[in-house]
């Protein structure tokens, strides 16, 4: 079973849901300050998904406690919110899954906690500009190498690694499909090809020292084995006919620095 082709109905769905996880990342732009806890983010993030009648799918999901994904600094992915203040100079990356109408929709962006570090700026910057540059060759017809060959390239032009052990995934009536990895490095020309109507999230994991990480003891907690900072962006992508829709898109990033790469 490889990413499975959606019908119109399940795409409009998956795209409900994915809209839903966008605007609360947008929410957050507000919110997240200098002595704010990850716990009282996710209890925010719990509310605005359930008053609308959703479900958040991180909770519970084989045994993750919290609502929502926090990852501050050294922290690769998989955060568990807690009750460390953020303070000046943190990135943070929160993921957010929703469900709603039995459908999916991941996404998650970085945020700065007061004014970064030219290093968090730049890691950040050009992390996103992986997945945007991944997210713009999609096609029908090309293949899963090409995806991760050029999140690879751009990273390691940037003297960053990509961690390895994470990857994107089909989603829809499930949140992560068996059998639908889109690694983020590897060779072009290698892979499955895409096919129009394949929903899957593109995630890259970029650290600013080695590749390698570290699970902590809490069973959750990635962080890079060389405590060096890494970052993550997330989208939810649908392959169109001619191309690919970005199903979690912000308005943020419509107007933003990004602009020229989404026309
Ligand atoms: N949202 C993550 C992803 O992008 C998965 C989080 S699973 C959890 O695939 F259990 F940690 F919440
Ligand atoms: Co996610
Ligand atoms: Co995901």
């Given at each position: 079973m490889a990413i499975q082709i959606k019908s119109t109905t399940e795409i409009a769905k998956i795209r409900y849901a994915s809209q839903c996880s966008a605007e609360i990342l947008t929410m957050l732009n507000d919110v997240i300050?200098?002595?704010?806890?990850t716990i009282e983010l996710d209890t925010i993030c719990h509310q605005h998904i359930v008053e609308r009648?959703?479900?958040?799918?991180?909770?519970?999901?084989?045994?993750?406690?919290?609502s929502i994904c926090t990852s501050v600094n050294?922290?690769?992915?998989?955060g568990i919110p807690g009750s460390k203040k953020l303070k000046k100079g943190d990135i943070i990356n929160v993921d957010i899954t929703i469900k709603a109408d039995g459908y999916h929709g991941d996404t998650s962006k970085m945020y700065f906690v007061g004014q970064p570090t030219p290093l968090a700026k730049r890691l950040v910057t050009v992390t996103q500009e992986c997945l945007y540059q991944a997210i713009q060759i999609?096609?029908?017809?090309?293949?899963?190498g090409d995806i991760g060959f050029t999140i690879q390239r751009h990273a390691e032009k940037n003297h960053y690694s990509v961690v390895r052990e994470y990857c994107g995934h089909g989603i829809g009536r499930l949140f992560h499909e068996p059998n639908s990895d889109i690694l983020h490095y590897g060779r072009a020309n290698t892979g499955s090809t895409l096919e129009e109507g394949m929903v899957f999230t593109i995630e890259p994991m970029i650290n600013a020292g080695h590749h390698a990480i570290k699970l902590l003891s809490d069973g959750w907690t990635v962080v890079t084995k060389d405590r060096q900072l890494s970052a993550q962006w997330e989208h939810t992508i649908l392959v169109t006919k001619t191309g690919y829709e970005?199903?979690?898109?912000r308005e943020e990033e419509k107007q933003g620095t990004f602009h020229s790469l989404l026309t």
């Open positions: 300050k200098p002595g704010i806890t009648g959703n479900i958040p799918a991180c909770l519970n999901y084989h045994g993750f406690p919290k050294h922290v690769v992915c998989h999609v096609k029908p017809g090309i293949r899963l970005i199903l979690s898109l």
